[in-house]
């Protein structure tokens, strides 16, 4: 390969000629000095930009966050070789709550979500259990512990945060505990317990995620919380209004409310806005039969703190209607910003996305060509933890390992871990329609009862899959729509069947694996447009 030197800048002084040159595509730079036509390398290593000699915090890959992305493209990258920092720091929340590396699936995200959500499907075994014959204390009386719950769920993160360290020490990725923000584009300056530092890199890595926002209303970030908060709570969080109804307002609602917990959920559009809304309706109906309560078109307006700590929260509906109640808690889950603010990007010439805090990339570049970005931080990608990690690998081997491969951003799957779950993938049949045309979709529909569901009798009314296809040909599949118990885990296998293009001919082919409730997708067979009743007629039609 051939190697270019360019010429950075020169100084003449007193006889002596003084360039600053670097290898093409590589930032080092060096100090040679001319006197004459005798010319020396001043500098044994080479200096950067600003003159500075770099040492020992020079590397190939500076990656800011340590989460689901940062932590992916990290270790990819060391592995092919590659010199790699990790800077992670978490500032607390309003109420003071932090935790360690991993990022926010680990912390207080995916992991303690899935966690809280599986304690409260127990809590509906233990009551399905009687029925199957198990003897068990008078169900009235059966009781669920906060304090336990969150100490298993606080004991299996900090379990995870030292396996994260071991793992980033084994693969020789250096850690920083230091919050990163850009001094100029190759720099990024770092205050950590030490001292401050200032890191050169080849490459940098932006994958900073993002935090819950708070409305902005008065009360709203002195007495409320977030996710953020909610999984480690020191008391049992008793009443709760849940402001939002997306995946996170929804999840938290579930969770709560099989855990004993009155959890109202407060909603400003629909639920699940950006879902398939037969799917969406689905769900709230059958969160409502739970027991959870839905405010529908209310918008906060104010919390205050009463004398008794309780909280008053007041609120107003589309009609302009005024309203109040007292909770415990108030969770806000209205969605998330990205964490750019802090990272002085102007430094490095990073433009953000035109309408936020997002940065706007073309295969993960930003618009400076050596600085990147994964994950959550992206404009406009799904903010889901596989998706960070497969674009942070993808990344590395392209970085590192001359791989053409980019990231594939379509299809992908996804679950929402609500008392009855709901995985999809692919289109909603709202969007399959808009795209191709009415006449040209065909939708097949179908309730279901999983045996496990007739013992205790449980209501199949919300046991629901749907197949949005092509009409023509082969009947192209668009999108997969699964309601029901392990969504996540039946939908993941549909997934990579959509990868491949699976046809509704080939679906049908396929041979179900019975009694499970994931062959239901192989029986499906009446299309919406045939007005034929959905409901099962038998287990083994
Ligand atoms: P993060 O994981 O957020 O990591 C970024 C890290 O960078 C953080 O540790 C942050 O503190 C740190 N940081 C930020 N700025 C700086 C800085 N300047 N210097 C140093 N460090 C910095 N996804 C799923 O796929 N499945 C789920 O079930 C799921 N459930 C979720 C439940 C909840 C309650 C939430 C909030 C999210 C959930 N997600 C889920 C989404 C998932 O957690 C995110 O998509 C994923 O964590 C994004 O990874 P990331 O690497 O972009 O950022
Ligand atoms: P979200 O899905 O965008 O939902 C935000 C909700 O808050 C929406 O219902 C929205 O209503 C409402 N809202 C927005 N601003 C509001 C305001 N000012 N006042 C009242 N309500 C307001 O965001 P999220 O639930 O915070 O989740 C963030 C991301 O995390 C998700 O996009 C998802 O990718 C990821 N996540 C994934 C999982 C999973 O994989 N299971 C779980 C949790 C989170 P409108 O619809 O009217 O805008």
């Given at each position: 390969?051939?190697?270019?030197v360019?010429?950075?800048?020169?100084?003449?002084?007193?006889?002596?000629?003084?360039?600053?040159?670097?290898?093409?595509?590589?930032?080092?730079f060096s100090?040679?000095v001319?006197?004459s036509?005798?010319?020396?390398?001043?500098?044994?290593?080479?200096?950067?930009?600003?003159?500075?000699?770099?040492?020992?915090?020079?590397?190939?890959?500076?990656?800011?966050?340590?989460?689901?992305?940062?932590l992916?493209?990290?270790?990819?990258?060391?592995?092919?070789?590659?010199?790699?920092?990790?800077?992670?720091?978490?500032?607390?929340?309003?109420?003071?709550?932090?935790?360690?590396?991993?990022?926010?699936?680990?912390?207080?995200?995916c992991?303690?979500?899935?966690?809280?959500?599986?304690?409260?499907?127990l809590?509906?075994?233990?009551?399905?259990?009687?029925?199957?014959?198990?003897?068990?204390?008078?169900?009235?009386?059966?009781?669920?512990?906060?304090e336990?719950?969150?100490?298993a769920v606080?004991?299996?993160?900090?379990?995870?945060?030292?396996?994260?360290?071991?793992?980033?020490?084994?693969?020789?990725?250096?850690?920083?505990?230091?919050?990163?923000?850009?001094?100029?584009?190759?720099?990024?300056?770092?205050?950590?317990?030490?001292?401050?530092?200032?890191?050169?890199?080849?490459?940098?890595?932006?994958?900073?995620?993002?935090?819950?926002?708070?409305?902005?209303?008065?009360?709203?970030?002195?007495?409320?919380?977030?996710?953020?908060?909610?999984?480690?709570?020191?008391?049992?969080?008793?009443?709760?209004?849940?402001?939002?109804?997306?995946?996170?307002?929804?999840?938290?609602?579930?969770?709560?409310?099989?855990?004993?917990?009155?959890?109202?959920?407060?909603?400003?559009?629909?639920?699940?806005?950006?879902?398939?809304?037969?799917?969406?309706?689905?769900?709230?109906?059958s969160?409502?039969?739970?027991?959870?309560?839905?405010?529908?078109?209310?918008?906060?307006?104010?919390?205050?703190?009463?004398d008794?700590?309780?909280?008053?929260?007041?609120?107003?509906?589309?009609?302009?209607?005024?309203?109040?109640?007292?909770?415990?808690?108030?969770?806000?889950?209205?969605?998330?910003?990205a964490?750019?603010?802090?990272?002085?990007?102007?430094?490095?010439?990073?433009?953000?996305s035109?309408?936020?805090?997002?940065?706007?990339?073309?295969?993960?570049?930003?618009?400076?060509?050596?600085?990147?970005?994964?994950?959550?931080?992206?404009?406009?990608?799904?903010?889901?933890?596989?998706?960070?990690?497969?674009?942070?690998?993808?990344?590395?081997?392209?970085?590192f390992?001359?791989?053409?491969?980019?990231?594939?951003?379509?299809?992908?799957?996804?679950?929402?871990?609500?008392?009855?779950?709901?995985?999809?993938?692919?289109?909603?049949?709202?969007?399959?329609?808009?795209?191709?045309g009415?006449e040209?979709?065909?939708?097949?529909?179908?309730?279901?009862?999983?045996?496990?569901?007739?013992?205790?009798?449980?209501?199949?009314?919300?046991?629901?899959?749907?197949?949005?296809?092509?009409?023509?040909?082969?009947?192209?599949?668009?999108?997969?729509?699964?309601?029901?118990?392990?969504?996540?885990?039946?939908?993941?296998?549909?997934?990579?069947?959509?990868?491949?293009?699976i046809?509704?001919?080939?679906?049908?082919?396929t041979?179900?694996?019975?009694?499970?409730?994931?062959e239901?997708?192989?029986?499906?067979?009446?299309?919406?447009?045939?007005?034929?009743?959905?409901?099962?007629?038998?287990?083994?039609?």
């Amino acid at each position: 390969m051939a190697t270019a030197v360019c010429l950075r800048n020169v100084i003449r002084f007193k006889g002596f000629t003084r360039y600053r040159v670097s290898v093409t595509n590589n930032h080092a730079f060096s100090t040679v000095v001319q006197r004459s036509n005798l010319f020396s390398i001043i500098t044994s290593k080479p200096t950067d930009i600003l003159g500075r000699i770099k040492g020992d915090t020079e590397y190939d890959l500076i990656v800011i966050g340590g989460g689901s992305g940062g932590l992916a493209c990290a270790k990819e990258a060391a592995g092919l070789g590659a010199k790699v920092a990790v800077l992670d720091y978490v500032t607390p929340t309003p109420i003071g709550t932090k935790w360690g590396l991993g990022g926010t699936c680990v912390n207080v995200g995916c992991i303690p979500k899935k966690l809280m959500h599986q304690a409260a499907l127990l809590g509906e075994a233990v009551h399905d259990a009687q029925k199957y014959g198990w003897e068990l204390p008078e169900a009235s009386t059966i009781k669920h512990n906060w304090e336990s719950l969150r100490e298993a769920v606080q004991n299996h993160i900090k379990s995870v945060n030292w396996v994260t360290r071991v793992e980033l020490r084994d693969k020789k990725v250096e850690y920083i505990n230091g919050l990163g923000s850009f001094k100029d584009p190759h720099t990024i300056e770092t205050v950590t317990k030490q001292g401050q530092r200032l890191l050169t890199g080849k490459y940098i890595l932006i994958a900073v995620g993002g935090r819950p926002r708070y409305p902005d209303i008065p009360g709203a970030v002195e007495y409320g919380i977030t996710s953020d908060d909610i999984f480690s709570l020191d008391s049992p969080p008793g009443k709760t209004l849940i402001v939002g109804a997306g995946y996170i307002g929804l999840e938290c609602a579930g969770f709560l409310n099989g855990l004993g917990y009155e959890a109202t959920v407060m909603v400003r559009s629909v639920p699940l806005r950006g879902f398939d809304q037969q799917m969406a309706g689905i769900i709230a109906e059958s969160m409502e039969l739970k027991g959870i309560k839905f405010l529908n078109k209310c918008l906060p307006t104010s919390v205050k703190k009463q004398d008794n700590g309780r909280l008053l929260i007041s609120w107003k509906n589309n009609q302009n209607e005024e309203f109040s109640d007292v909770f415990d808690t108030i969770l806000f889950a209205i969605g998330r910003k990205a964490l750019t603010q802090e990272l002085l990007l102007d430094n490095a010439g990073v433009k953000l996305s035109e309408d936020g805090d997002k940065l706007d990339c073309l295969n993960e570049q930003t618009n400076i060509p050596h600085i990147y970005a994964v994950g959550d931080v992206l404009y406009r990608k799904p903010e889901l933890t596989p998706v960070a990690i497969q674009a942070g690998k993808l990344l590395a081997k392209r970085l590192f390992a001359n791989s053409q491969e980019v990231m594939d951003y379509d299809n992908v799957a996804t679950t929402i871990f609500t008392p009855m779950e709901y995985g999809t993938v692919g289109l909603s049949e709202e969007v399959a329609i808009q795209r191709h045309g009415e006449e040209n979709i065909e939708t097949y529909h179908a309730y279901y009862k999983p045996t496990e569901f007739f013992i205790p009798q449980r209501s199949i009314v919300h046991c629901y899959i749907k197949v949005v296809a092509l009409r023509t040909g082969d009947q192209q599949i668009l999108g997969m729509h699964f309601v029901g118990p392990q969504a996540g885990e039946v939908i993941q296998g549909f997934a990579a069947a959509m990868k491949c293009n699976i046809t509704f001919k080939q679906l049908s082919n396929t041979v179900g694996i019975h009694p499970t409730t994931a062959e239901e997708f192989t029986r499906i067979n009446i299309t919406k447009r045939s007005g034929k009743d959905p409901n099962p007629q038998s287990c083994c039609s």
